[in-house]
């Protein structure tokens, strides 16, 4: 270890992984542990959470959170830093109030920023927020430099997103600077990850729990189940449920080129299975995505073409061009959804629990318009009276006043 690493080292703060033995062993697969709920406790007189957090019941004594892959990861103090991969877990820092204590961010490009605008009292920037990935590759001395509490992120993806990581320099992270807690959600059935997989509110309340705002964790989700369910109640009969057909707006329109995916499983299309809609291309479709052109469109001709990363990646003006070129190709303006105008900027699958809130509410707008109110732009959020969930309740839980 070099001198400049072990002064690092003797000015961290008094948090630390709970063993380079469960970085190893992480990086390699599955700490063990079937759930994650089941923690060994730390101490006499403490608690476990809901959260497999085993607790002190003493302020300023350690604390522990088990997620796949780390395994169980102990705080001796509250992180008061933190840095995320992208916004998966970087939205579940700001719904817990900790935007303040964001470092960095791998991608700080690339979010759907916007939404947080219709959250009365709420300013998200990421001005000055450095984005750690950069010509390819993430320096591992940024890391040093940010001097983190807690690092969001699953350290598999990291490895797979620049190859030049290797389980030691996790390792060194994780004890030199400080712990990582994280798992990659996204979708499921990836060969590298042979780990338990979480839901969205499943990692939510692993994060609530290293933060210690239960409180938080548990307003977000009132608010979600309340709004799922009550969307849920009022969908109509399945056959009446539009097909929908996803296409990414990284696509290359002016070549009639389209990535489309399936629905699938996993945390980045919650929004369509939590609104019943049927997939058009998931039975066509063997594996995570396809490449089609325009006559392979047609053939399965949806009701509805939804663009993934919509909001997150393109204007509404560089969407409304992309939809032009579309609609003035010859075969592509003989799909359905060009023919009825049912073409919509679509969520971001990177989404945490606020992006959720939004992408849920936006798309049962566009699909059933005729029961939740029109979709008319994001300017449609700004009308309570069309609000399918409380804005103004969840913006009060990120600003404390709750």
Same mark, same amino acid.
């Given at each position: 270890?070099?001198?400049?690493?072990?002064?690092e080292?003797?000015?961290?703060?008094m948090?630390k992984?709970?063993?380079?033995?469960?970085?190893?062993?992480?990086?390699?697969?599955?700490?063990?542990?079937?759930?994650?709920?089941?923690?060994?406790?730390?101490?006499?007189?403490?608690?476990?959470?809901?959260?497999?957090?085993?607790r002190?019941?003493?302020?300023?004594?350690s604390?522990?959170?088990?997620?796949?892959?780390?395994?169980?990861?102990?705080?001796?103090?509250?992180?008061?830093?933190?840095?995320?991969?992208?916004?998966?877990?970087?939205?579940?820092?700001?719904?817990?109030?900790?935007?303040?204590?964001?470092?960095g961010?791998?991608?700080?490009?690339?979010?759907?920023?916007?939404?947080?605008?219709?959250?009365?009292?709420v300013?998200?920037?990421?001005?000055?927020?450095?984005?750690?990935?950069?010509?390819?590759?993430?320096?591992?001395?940024?890391?040093?430099?940010?001097?983190?509490?807690?690092?969001?992120?699953?350290?598999?993806?990291?490895?797979?997103?620049?190859?030049?990581?290797?389980?030691?320099?996790?390792?060194?992270?994780?004890?030199?600077?400080?712990?990582?807690?994280?798992?990659?959600?996204?979708?499921?059935?990836?060969?590298?990850?042979?780990?338990?997989?979480?839901?969205?509110?499943e990692?939510?309340e692993?994060?609530?729990?290293?933060?210690?705002?239960?409180?938080?964790y548990?307003?977000?989700?009132?608010?979600?189940?309340?709004?799922?369910?009550?969307?849920?109640?009022r969908?109509?009969?399945?056959?009446?449920?539009?097909?929908?057909?996803?296409?990414?707006?990284?696509?290359?329109?002016?070549?009639?080129? @389209? %990535?489309?995916?399936?629905? *699938?499983?996993?945390? /980045?299309?919650?929004?369509?299975? $939590?609104?019943?809609? !049927?997939?058009?291309?998931?039975?066509?479709?063997?594996?995570?995505?396809?490449?089609?052109?325009?006559?392979?469109?047609?053939?399965?001709?949806?009701?509805?073409?939804?663009?993934?990363?919509?909001f997150?990646?393109?204007?509404?003006?560089?969407?409304?061009?992309?939809?032009q070129?579309?609609?003035?190709?010859?075969i592509?303006?003989?799909?359905?959804?060009?023919?009825?105008?049912r073409?919509?900027?679509g969520?971001?699958?990177?989404?945490?629990?606020?992006?959720?809130?939004?992408?849920?509410?936006i798309?049962?707008?566009? @699909? %059933?318009?005729?029961?939740? *109110?029109?979709?008319? /732009?994001?300017?449609?959020?700004? $009308?309570?009276?069309? !609000?399918?969930?409380?804005?103004?309740?969840?913006?009060?839980?990120?600003?404390?006043?709750?």
């Amino acid at each position: 270890m070099s001198e400049r690493f072990e002064s690092e080292v003797s000015r961290r703060r008094m948090l630390k992984a709970g063993g380079s033995a469960a970085v190893a062993a992480g990086l390699a697969g599955c700490t063990g542990g079937s759930d994650g709920a089941d923690p060994t406790a730390t101490a006499s007189g403490s608690e476990t959470t809901t959260a497999g957090a085993t607790r002190s019941t003493t302020d300023g004594e350690s604390y522990s959170v088990r997620m796949e892959p780390m395994g169980e990861v102990t705080f001796e103090s509250v992180p008061e830093s933190w840095m995320a991969y992208f916004s998966t877990y970087g939205d579940m820092g700001i719904a817990l109030g900790q935007l303040d204590g964001l470092e960095g961010l791998v991608f700080t490009e690339n979010w759907p920023l916007e939404f947080y605008d219709y959250l009365p009292g709420v300013d998200v920037s990421f001005d000055d927020v450095p984005q750690l990935y950069g010509e390819s590759s993430i320096d591992k001395e940024v890391f040093y430099s940010m001097d983190c509490d807690v690092h969001l992120m699953d350290p598999n993806f990291i490895a797979r997103l620049d190859d030049s990581w290797e389980p030691a320099d996790f390792e060194e992270v994780a004890t030199n600077v400080g712990p990582i807690v994280g798992n990659s959600i996204r979708r499921r059935g990836e060969d590298w990850h042979d780990y338990r997989y979480y839901s969205l509110y499943e990692a939510f309340e692993k994060i609530a729990a290293v933060f210690r705002e239960r409180e938080r964790y548990e307003a977000i989700k009132s608010v979600h189940d309340a709004f799922v369910s009550d969307v849920r109640s009022r969908l109509p009969a399945r056959e009446g449920r539009p097909e929908i057909g996803l296409l990414s707006i990284n696509s290359d329109f002016e070549n009639g080129s @389209f %990535y489309a995916y399936p629905i *699938g499983e996993g945390n /980045g299309k919650k929004q369509y299975r $939590d609104l019943g809609v !049927r997939d058009a291309f998931g039975p066509h479709i063997d594996g995570g995505y396809a490449e089609w052109d325009y006559e392979q469109l047609l053939e399965v001709d949806p009701d509805v073409l939804v663009f993934s990363y919509g909001f997150s990646h393109a204007t509404a003006q560089q969407f409304e061009t992309s939809m032009q070129q579309m609609a003035d190709d010859p075969i592509g303006s003989q799909l359905s959804a060009v023919e009825n105008d049912r073409l919509y900027r679509g969520g971001t699958s990177y989404q945490g629990p606020i992006v959720n809130l939004f992408q849920t509410e936006i798309a049962a707008k566009q @699909f %059933y318009p005729g029961v939740f *109110g029109a979709w008319e /732009g994001l300017d449609t959020l700004a $009308d309570e009276s069309e !609000r399918l969930f409380d804005h103004r309740e969840v913006a009060n839980v990120v600003t404390g006043d709750f």
